[in-house]
């Protein structure tokens, strides 16, 4: 059975961090991306930052600058260090991870999201 395992999410004032994490079993093989989503109440899920097998980045313009992705392949874990946080970045943070394999093909998943909160 497929696991993402996010941890990381709070309460934390403006201007402050965060580091999430996303701990899967899915194989490191099978990983093409890996990424962080994130849903506030009323919004659409938006994909805020993105990570290649190959370790190119990929941002949303609302968090360039602040956010940064990054993965350990040999922990099968993505991380998402947030930086100079506004309360706007308020949200449900999903961990995504997105494989091929040739028994299931082409897989796209998400974690079960971790609340950051951005409060004074």
């Known amino acids: 059975q497929v696991q993402l395992v996010e941890s990381g999410g709070g309460l934390v004032q403006p201007g402050g961090s965060l580091r999430l994490s996303c701990a899967t079993s899915?194989?490191?093989?099978?990983?093409?991306?890996m990424g962080w989503g994130r849903q506030a109440p009323g919004k659409q899920r938006e994909l805020v930052a993105t990570?290649?097998?190959?370790?190119?980045?990929n941002y949303a313009d609302a968090v360039k600058g602040r956010f940064t992705i990054s993965r350990d392949n040999a922990k099968n874990t993505v991380y998402l260090q947030m930086n100079s946080l506004k309360p706007e970045d308020t949200a449900v943070y999903y961990c995504?991870?997105?494989?091929?394999?040739?028994?299931?093909?082409?897989?796209?998943?998400w974690g079960q999201g971790t609340q950051v909160t951005v409060s004074s």
């Open positions: 995504n991870i997105r494989s091929t394999d040739v028994l299931t093909g082409t897989n796209n998943y």
């Open positions: 990570i290649t097998r190959g370790g190119s980045t």
């Open positions: 899915i194989s490191i093989a099978s990983i093409y991306l």
